[in-house]
């Protein structure tokens, strides 16, 4: 088992937002407020594939393999908005997280 943790955007050690995508949040648009959680959804959708592709992670099978995901409080946020919008996202990054995502664990909900 390997455990690779991530911290969201604009945390400590992450890399920060762009003006445009902060711009993004103090719209308080709908439209606006959707299209940013795509995107951080979309991010993650595509660590799955560069991590799938460069550390050649298994395919998963009754013994193994695959990945789990989990989000922490606030961070479920962006984890389920990469399975709400998975089927947006183009056909490499779709179809690697749809044949190896094997758990998703919500840990710590928020009080959003």
Request: net charge positive.
């Given at each position: 088992m390997r455990i690779v943790a991530i911290n969201r955007r604009n945390y400590r050690g992450s890399l920060p937002l762009r003006p445009s995508e902060v711009g993004l949040l103090e719209k308080k648009?709908?439209?606006?407020?959707t299209s940013f959680l795509r995107d951080r959804g979309r991010e993650i959708a595509e660590f799955i594939k560069w991590m799938v592709d460069t550390l050649k992670i298994p395919a998963p099978t009754a013994e193994g393999g695959g990945v789990a995901v989990l989000g922490w409080s606030i961070g479920n946020v962006t984890t389920m908005?990469?399975?709400r919008f998975l089927p947006t996202f183009p056909g490499d990054i779709r179809n690697v997280v749809a044949k190896y995502l094997q758990s998703f664990i919500v840990?710590?909900?928020s009080q959003i």
């Amino acid at each position: 088992m390997r455990i690779v943790a991530i911290n969201r955007r604009n945390y400590r050690g992450s890399l920060p937002l762009r003006p445009s995508e902060v711009g993004l949040l103090e719209k308080k648009d709908f439209a606006f407020e959707t299209s940013f959680l795509r995107d951080r959804g979309r991010e993650i959708a595509e660590f799955i594939k560069w991590m799938v592709d460069t550390l050649k992670i298994p395919a998963p099978t009754a013994e193994g393999g695959g990945v789990a995901v989990l989000g922490w409080s606030i961070g479920n946020v962006t984890t389920m908005a990469m399975l709400r919008f998975l089927p947006t996202f183009p056909g490499d990054i779709r179809n690697v997280v749809a044949k190896y995502l094997q758990s998703f664990i919500v840990y710590g909900e928020s009080q959003i």
